[in-house]
């Protein structure tokens, strides 16, 4: 029996429009695999709901395969029989007046597939929620889709839809608390490390995190999901990709391909595909951001706390990183048998990508970080990894994670995997760090250490650094 874990913000965010005096329009959007339809039908299971889903897009979807099957769902929901419609705006207003009354959830699912094939789509549904759809009180309609992009530039930034959306949700991934509760009865009994080495794999998506066997161990779940044909990870890379990018899916697995072991600028990314940076390059890499697989990380400057022009692009995602570093490059002797898997420790770089996996899942829990060095978020200035590029007055530098405080702290967290506990090199590594980061008189630095494997005593007899968090505490 699959579990509901987490979403507490969100349902109740829902619930509060379902109170409501008026009609509610919803926008809830995320990659795919976050939980967007699940926290629909649990927000809905004791509600009347109706819940209607595109067509995934092949280059033969057309708008009136879109059509056909959505009249095919709608009939199959009210229990009629098939009608024909001749577009959008006869089938809503069909379908207005079959729920202009009562407490009702209406969901359209994955909406840039229902709505991207005609132009006029979202045009006739704005029609006919000002003239139908809003004038039952107790109406909540949901738009929710995995085509973040899409949704930005064709409902969010509309001007047909302004003022008329009570609510936009976007989900993120899952906490490491949360993650951890799909361990269930076993989960006391399983190392933090155990835990991390799949949530290396999964980050907090909850449909990856579903197919965790606490039975097993890591190993032998690592095996099952991605290095065998059958594994639920094994095609997903491509799953997610054609569903969401379509026909422009080649450009951004280029991009991401170059992101895989390291961080770049923008002008990094251009120069290695060998174009030149212009506006259709800086669309793909805000819409790559949109959905939630890469982060544009800026950096800051400490003085007057404003914002630097350099940022880097990060692969957040941590599935996809493994399927391209480990599963892409071995796919046909995976698929005819012949990939002997042995064990995680052994992939090639496997030090270096747990690592940049690690800065992942601490970085996605920046608030679990603030909780346990007893910082309130209405203290901090800025938090984000911190690059300062080499100048006349100033070294190259560059900081795992930086905190700065309006107490003119700064919290400098050196984010460390490794496989053994740390030794006692990591001091001077981040002292010199320290000595490199430009910054003015009177601001304190407080040396942070977030381990996952543990550390050696003479890190701690040293007692350099101000706060030292282990990885299980962030499972708790």
């Not at 022009?309 to 480990?326: A, E, G, H, M």
């Not at 030090?351 to 601490?362: C, K, P, R, S």
Request: hydrophobic fraction near 40%.
């Amino acid at each position: 029996m699959s579990i509901f874990v987490g979403r507490k913000r969100e349902l109740s965010i829902l619930q509060g429009l379902r109170d409501k005096a008026v009609a509610s329009l919803v926008v809830i959007k995320g990659r795919r695999r976050i939980g967007k339809s699940t926290l629909i039908q649990h927000f809905g299971e004791n509600l009347k709901t109706y819940i209607f889903t595109g067509i995934p897009p092949t280059p033969k979807t057309t708008i009136e395969s879109e059509q056909e099957e959505f009249t095919r769902q709608m009939s199959r929901l009210f229990k009629l029989p098939t009608i024909k419609f001749e577009d959008w705006g006869d089938i809503f207003w069909f379908l207005g007046d079959k729920v202009k009354k009562g407490k009702i959830i209406l969901v359209f699912d994955e909406i840039s597939w229902i709505g991207s094939k005609d132009p006029d789509f979202l045009g006739k549904l704005k029609t006919v929620w000002d003239m139908i759809f809003k004038k039952n009180d107790e109406l909540v309609l949901i738009l929710c889709g995995s085509v973040s992009a899409w949704i930005e530039k064709n409902i969010l930034r509309s001007t047909g839809f302004v003022g008329r959306i009570s609510s936009t949700i976007s989900l993120n991934e899952l906490s490491l608390k949360e993650s951890n509760l799909f361990w269930r009865d076993k989960n006391k009994n399983i190392s933090a490390y155990e835990k991390f080495k799949i949530l290396a794999i999964t980050g907090g998506i909850p449909r990856y995190l579903e197919e965790i066997r606490p039975s097993l161990s890591a190993e032998n779940n690592i095996k099952d999901m991605c290095f065998s044909p059958e594994g639920f990870l094994f095609n997903e890379f491509d799953q997610i990709f054609s569903d969401i990018f379509m026909t422009r899916s080649e450009m951004y697995k280029k991009i991401i391909l170059l992101l895989v072991d390291r961080s770049l600028t923008a002008s990094d990314i251009c120069k290695y595909l060998g174009i030149i940076l212009n506006r259709v390059i800086s669309d793909y890499l805000d819409e790559l951001v949109e959905a939630g697989f890469i982060a544009r990380d800026y950096s800051w400057h400490i003085a007057d706390k404003k914002t630097a022009k350099l940022s880097y692009f990060r692969l957040k995602d941590n599935y996809i990183r493994f399927y391209l570093k480990y599963i892409l490059p071995h796919r046909d002797k995976i698929k005819s048998g012949a990939y002997q898997y042995k064990n995680i420790s052994l992939l090639s770089g496997f030090a270096t990508i747990m690592g940049f996996q690690f800065e992942n899942l601490v970085l996605n829990n920046r608030q679990k970080i603030w909780e346990l060095l007893r910082i309130s978020p209405d203290e901090i200035v800025w938090d984000n990894p911190f690059f300062q590029t080499k100048r006349v007055d100033r070294k190259a530098c560059q900081i795992d994670y930086l905190i700065q405080t309006k107490f003119g702290c700064l919290y400098v967290c050196e984010i460390k995997f490794s496989a053994q506990e740390i030794k006692k090199d990591v001091i001077s590594e981040v002292q010199e760090k320290i000595q490199k980061l430009k910054k003015p008189k009177g601001i304190s630095c407080r040396p942070v250490l977030i381990h996952v494997n543990g550390v050696h005593e003479n890190v701690l007899d040293e007692d350099y650094f101000s706060n030292i968090i282990d990885f299980e505490s962030l499972l708790h």
